[in-house]
């Protein structure tokens, strides 16, 4: 686990592992969604930065792939353009 995780974390963590662990990814992040327990908020950036990311990856121009991720989630292109550059402490990695 990593080091900037509180007590709180570690022990709520260790609670769902014990009770959820056999639980897929998909099935786990659900569950966790329905526990209230994922930023709703954080989660549409993290979707509008990957296929972002995606859309860069098969040779989109990065503002043609934020436009393109506008038309995916329905969404104004300031939202997109506020989830790739002001959010960019939130990414999979």
Avoid at 12 to 23: D, F, K, P, T
Wanted: charged share 25%; glycine share 6%.
């Amino acid at each position: 686990m990593a080091e900037n995780m509180t007590v709180y974390l570690t022990a709520v963590l260790s609670h769902i592992e014990a009770r959820y662990g056999n639980l897929s990814g998909g099935e786990l992040a659900g569950k966790l969604a329905q526990m209230g327990l994922l930023d709703p908020t954080l989660c549409k950036v993290l979707a509008v930065r990957q296929e972002v990311e995606a859309l860069m990856r098969r040779g989109e121009k990065k503002v043609d792939a934020m436009w393109m991720a506008t038309e995916k989630f329905s969404c104004t292109y300031e939202y997109v353009r506020k989830c790739v550059y002001y959010y960019n402490d939130v990414s999979l990695d």
